[in-house]
DNA sequence: ATACGACGGTTTTTT
DNA sequence: ACCGTCGTAT
C-alpha cells in the first residue's frame, strides 16, 4: 500500500480522514509526496477523481503532484482516474469556472484575458485619455499603475491605506489614481476583457452566488490548497466561500517560506486557517530528506533571524527511505560539506567563481542540471549569463523577462487573438502601430472607421477598404496582407477554400488547424516585424517557435488564453522537448526556485542593497520577507551550497569609470551564519568577518576629483 | 498634427 | 538595458 513508504506523519496527514486539515511542513519534508499521497487516498477512498480540486501555485507544481497521486494508484482504474482531478493554479481554475458561467456574469463567451503588460498597456491608455497624470508632477508608470491597483484588489483593502503602507511616494496621486482606476475598471468592462484579478474577483462572485455557488461548492468533495502561506485575502475569500457548506478541505504550507507579499499576500492566513474552519486538524512535518545537516544548519541559522517566528529547527534525516528525495547518484556516505562563503571582488569576477565552482562539481558527478544559481532580481545574472555563453556552458534561464513580454511575441499574439475575436480593439490598436508611419493617432482613426465590436467578423471585414483609407500610402498594402490572412483564418466557416484540415483538432468543422491558422498570421506578418525592429531576423524565430506549439494546440483561442496564464518561464519550454538529452544548468530568481531542489545551489550577489534589496530597507516586515526569501534558496539544495559576496560593486553601470564603491556583506549572513561556513577570500584585498575591507578604509581617504572645476 | 530620434531618470520578485 | 518626455522633421 501506498501510504507505507510514508513517515508516521505524513501518513497521518494523507489518511487524515475528513474535514479540515492543515499540513505545516518544512522546507523539504515531503510536502509534495504527502499532498500527492492524500490525493491518491482520496480516490481510493473513493471519491471521485473530478470533484476533487487540487489549487497550486504554479501548473508544474500541480502535474508533478497528479503524475505522483497516479504512480500511487498504480494500474488500476483508479490510477488511470487520477488524471481527472481538476488542477492548476487559482488564476486557471478560476478561468474555467468563469468561461463556463460567462453568461450570468454578463461576459461575452470568448472574452479575452490580459496579461500583465496588456493590462499595463490598456491602464496607460485609460491614463491618457482621461488626461490624468499631467500635471507635469512625476506620477508613476503604468507598470506601478498596475502593481498598486493588483494590490489593491487582492488585498481587499481601500486604496489610502495601502498607498501609505506600499507605496508612500505614490500618495499625493491618491485622488486621481482612485479615478484612474475606476475608469480602468469600467474599461475593461466595456471592452469585454478580465485581467489576472477579474478572474479571481469574477470566481468569489460565482461562488458567493447562492445557486451558481452553491452547486460549484458542492461539486467539489474535497478541496486542497498548496503553499497556503502565500494565498492573499481574495484567494482566502474564495476558499471560504467554496466551502461553506461542505468542510473538507486541506491546507498545506509553510509561513518560513512566505515570499509573495508584494502580491498581498500573507503570511497570517495560515496561522488563521484553523480559525476559519473550526476543528482543524493540524499536522506538523519536520524531517527534512533534502537537504545535509550542514545545509540545513546555515539555513536555520537565517531563520533564526526574524523577528517574529515561531522557531522550528529543519533536522535531516539520515537517508530518505521516505518521501521527497531525488534519487542521489552519490554514495549516501559521502561526508557531508559546510556551505561555502566566497568573497569575490565585483560581480564580473563573481561569474567566473560561479562558473568555475559549477565546472567543478560536475567534474565531481553532478550534472549541469543537478546545480541552480538563484539571485534575487533577474538581472543579477547579466555577466554570469555572459560569461557562461563564453565557456560554453549551456544554461536556461527562468523568472525575469519572460519570452510572452517580447515586443514582437505580443504583436503575434494580438494577431491570434482577432483571428478568435476580430471585436478585440486593443489587438488591432497594436499591431497597427508596427506600420511605418502610424502611431497612436492613426491606429485610433482607422479603428473608428473599422467599428471592430460592431457586428461579426464579416461585417468588420467589409469596413476595412474604407478604414484603411486612414493609412498613410505606403502602409496600405502591408496591412493588406494581414487583413487578408485574418479573413482567411478566421474562425468562421466558409473564410477560405481548400486547406482544411478536416476533421482534426476542435475548431469546429470546416476550420482550419490551430497550427496552420498560426502559420498563416505569421507569415503575413512576418516582413512587418523584420521592418521594425532592427534585429527583424533573430525575433521572427521567436514566432516560428510559437507557432510550432501553436501546432500543438487543438484551438487557438484555448492556446492564447492558456498562454496568458500558464505563461513558459522560458523559449525552450514552449519549444518542447527540443533538447531534452542535453544538459544545461539552471538559472533561476529565487522566487521561481520555489518548490524545487538540486543536489548543488549557488546563490548570487548576496550584500547589502541587493539581498535583501535597498527597496525594502526600512520595513522590517519587507527585511523579514526577504529573508525568508533567502531562507527558500538556502533550503533548495541538497548536498552543496555556494553562497557568493561581491565586494565592489559599481555605481554607474555606464562603464569604465571608477565609480565604484564597497558593499557589505548581506546583513542576513551575521556571524552566526558565518561560523556556519567555509569562507574563501577571492578578493586578494582581505576581508574580514564583518565586512570590513581593508582597502576601502584606505581609499576612501584619499579621494581624487577634479569635478569641482566643472560645476 | 504626427512620428520618431535624442536624452535623462530608473523601486526587485509573479499568477 | 528600458520607458517616458521633449524637440524637430515631415
Redesign the pocket.
Known amino acids: 500500500m501506498f501510504v507505507d513508504v510514508l513517515n508516521e506523519e505524513q501518513r497521518a496527514a494523507a489518511t487524515h480522514p475528513g474535514g479540515p486539515l492543515l499540513v505545516l511542513a518544512g522546507a523539504g519534508t515531503g510536502k509534495t509526496t504527502t499532498l500527492a499521497a492524500r490525493v491518491a487516498w482520496l480516490i481510493e477512498q473513493g471519491a471521485a477523481p473530478e470533484r476533487v480540486l487540487l489549487l497550486t501555485?504554479?501548473r508544474r507544481a500541480a502535474r508533478e503532484m497528479l503524475g505522483r497521486a497516479r504512480t500511487f494508484l498504480g494500474r488500476s482504474s483508479r490510477g488511470r482516474h487520477a488524471g481527472r482531478v481538476v488542477g492548476g493554479?487559482?488564476?486557471?481554475v478560476a478561468h474555467r469556472f468563469v468561461r463556463r458561467h460567462a453568461a450570468a456574469l454578463g461576459l461575452p463567451g470568448g472574452f479575452g484575458v490580459l496579461?500583465?503588460g496588456d493590462a499595463a498597456d490598456l491602464m496607460?491608455l485609460v491614463r491618457q485619455e482621461a488626461g490624468l497624470?499631467q500635471t507635469?508632477k512625476?506620477?508613476p508608470?503604468?507598470?506601478?499603475l498596475l502593481?498598486i491597483y493588483?494590490r489593491t484588489v487582492n488585498a481587499q483593502r481601500p486604496l489610502r491605506e495601502l498607498l501609505a503602507e506600499a507605496?508612500?511616494?505614490?500618495e499625493r496621486h491618491g485622488e486621481e489614481l482612485g479615478r484612474l482606476f475606476v475608469e480602468y475598471g469600467a474599461r475593461k468592462r466595456s471592452l469585454g476583457v478580465l485581467d489576472?484579478?477579474d478572474l479571481l474577483l469574477h470566481w468569489r462572485a460565482l461562488a458567493r452566488d447562492p445557486a451558481i455557488g452553491g452547486d460549484m461548492g458542492r461539486s467539489i468533495e474535497h478541496l486542497l490548497i498548496d503553499e497556503y502561506q502565500d494565498v492573499n485575502g481574495l484567494q482566502v475569500d474564495l476558499v471560504r466561500a467554496l466551502r461553506s457548506e461542505r468542510r473538507d478541505v486541506t491546507a498545506v504550507g509553510d509561513d518560513l517560506q512566505a515570499?509573495?507579499g508584494?502580491?498581498a499576500a500573507l503570511a497570517r492566513h495560515i496561522l488563521e486557517f484553523p480559525e476559519h474552519f473550526p476543528g482543524t486538524a493540524i499536522v506538523t512535518l519536520e524531517r527534512n530528506y533534502r537537504s545535509t545537516q550542514p545545509v540545513l544548519d546555515v539555513a536555520n541559522a537565517v531563520a533564526e533571524q526574524a523577528e517574529v517566528s515561531y522557531p522550528r529547527r529543519l533536522r535531516a534525516e539520515a537517508s530518505g527511505e521516505a518521501g521527497g528525495l531525488a534519487p542521489s547518484s552519490e554514495g549516501a556516505h559521502a561526508p557531508a560539506s559546510p556551505p561555502e562563503l566566497v568573497l569575490c571582488l565585483d560581480e564580473a569576477a563573481q561569474a567566473g567563481e560561479v562558473c568555475d565552482r559549477v565546472l567543478d562539481a560536475r567534474e565531481r558527478g553532478a550534472l549541469l542540471r543537478e546545480q541552480a544559481v538563484l539571485m534575487?532580481?533577474?538581472?543579477d545574472s547579466d555577466l554570469l549569463e555572459l560569461e557562461l555563453a563564453r565557456r560554453d556552458i549551456p544554461y536556461v534561464k527562468?523568472?525575469?523577462l519572460?519570452y510572452l513580454e517580447a515586443a514582437h511575441v505580443k504583436d503575434f499574439l494580438a494577431l491570434l487573438r482577432l483571428a478568435d475575436n476580430a471585436a478585440d480593439r486593443l489587438s488591432w490598436f497594436r499591431w497597427l502601430q508596427l506600420l511605418?508611419?502610424?502611431?497612436?493617432?492613426?491606429?485610433r482613426?482607422v479603428l473608428e472607421a473599422l467599428e471592430p465590436d460592431a457586428g461579426g467578423l464579416a461585417d468588420v471585414l467589409a469596413r476595412w477598404p474604407s478604414a484603411r483609407e486612414a493609412l498613410p500610402s505606403e502602409a496600405r498594402e502591408a496591412a493588406d496582407a494581414v487583413v487578408g490572412a485574418l479573413a482567411a483564418v478566421a474562425g468562421e466557416p466558409g473564410a477560405v477554400a481548400g486547406e482544411r484540415a478536416a476533421g482534426v483538432g476542435g475548431d469546429g468543422p470546416g476550420a482550419l488547424a490551430a497550427g496552420v491558422r498560426a502559420e498563416r498570421l505569421r507569415d503575413a506578418l512576418a516582413p512587418i516585424v523584420a521592418a521594425h525592429y532592427p534585429d527583424g531576423p533573430v525575433r521572427l524565430q521567436d514566432l516560428d517557435a510559437l507557432v510550432a506549439a501553436a501546432g500543438q494546440a487543438s484551438d487557438l483561442g484555448r492556446f492564447v488564453a492558456d498562454l496568458v496564464?500558464?505563461?513558459p518561464a522560458t523559449s525552450q519550454d514552449l519549444a518542447g522537448d527540443g533538447s531534452l538529452d542535453e544538459d544545461w544548468l539552471v538559472l533561476s530568481?529565487v522566487?521561481?526556485a520555489k518548490g524545487l531542489e538540486w543536489r548543488a545551489v549557488h546563490v548570487l550577489a548576496l550584500y547589502d542593497g541587493n539581498f535583501p534589496?535597498?527597496?525594502?530597507a526600512g520595513d522590517r516586515e519587507?527585511i523579514d520577507e526577504e529573508r525568508r526569501?533567502l531562507y527558500v534558496a538556502l533550503t533548495r539544495a541538497q548536498r552543496e551550497l555556494h553562497l557568493y559576496v561581491p565586494v565592489r560593486y559599481y555605481h554607474r553601470?555606464?562603464g569604465s569609470d571608477d565609480g565604484h564603491g564597497y558593499g557589505k556583506p548581506s546583513r542576513f549572513l551575521t556571524d552566526d551564519v558565518q561560523a556556519l561556513c567555509r569562507r574563501t577570500d577571492t578578493t586578494g584585498i582581505g576581508v574580514d568577518p564583518e565586512g570590513e575591507i581593508a582597502a576601502a578604509r584606505g581609499a576612501a581617504r584619499i579621494e581624487v576629483s577634479v569635478d569641482a572645476l566643472f560645476t
Open positions: 501555485f504554479t493554479t487559482f488564476h486557471s496579461d500583465a496607460d497624470g507635469g512625476r506620477f508608470r503604468k507598470s506601478t502593481d493588483s507605496f508612500p511616494w505614490c489576472l484579478d515570499i509573495y508584494f502580491r534575487r532580481a533577474s538581472h527562468y523568472g525575469g519572460r511605418e508611419g502610424v502611431g497612436p493617432a492613426i491606429a482613426r496564464l500558464d505563461p530568481t522566487h521561481s534589496s535597498d527597496l525594502s519587507a526569501l553601470p555606464r
